[in-house]
């Protein structure tokens, strides 16, 4: 679980730091294995580095925040989700903050994508980085093949 502070402007003008919760769970992250866009969460964040389009990284990046949004219980039992609160969150200028620190730096993304995920899981950092940099608009570098040689 990801325990997060924002700090953003409130729509009053307001600055305010408030602490938000990600989670995704291992019968989430199955469900995404068995069902999923890519075949496995793995498998999904290669499909959207493959993407040829930004419309793409941008709707699946927001659906990878707005499926490990939810509260912690106060007693520690249970995370909750449900549409009602994605769709508060995404309401916010908490989740615009969140959403633009992600998209312009990599290393706060990578951070993100490896806390919403049980910790006993490994995430492959060079594809979490090359799916951060396409939606950064800055694709790692691809070697080009040489030129052919000029015909006399």
Known sequence: MLKKPIKYTNFNEEEVTEVYYFNLSK???????LFGKGGSFSGWMETVVEASDNQTLFTEFKKLILASYGEK?????RFIKSDE?????S???AFDALFMDLATNTDSAIQFIKGVVPADMVIDEDVAKAQIAKLEG???SVPQPPSPPAVS
């Not at 019968?27 to 294995?33: D, I, P, R, S």
């Not at 219980?73 to 039992?77: Q, V």
């Not at 609160?85 to 969150?89: C, G, T, V």
């Open 138 to 140: 800055t694709q790692p």
């Open 91 to 93: 309401q916010t200028a």
């Open 73 to 77: 219980a106060d007693d520690g039992k």
């Open 85 to 89: 609160l994605r769709n508060a969150f």
């Open 27 to 33: 019968v989430e992250l199955m469900e995404m294995e």
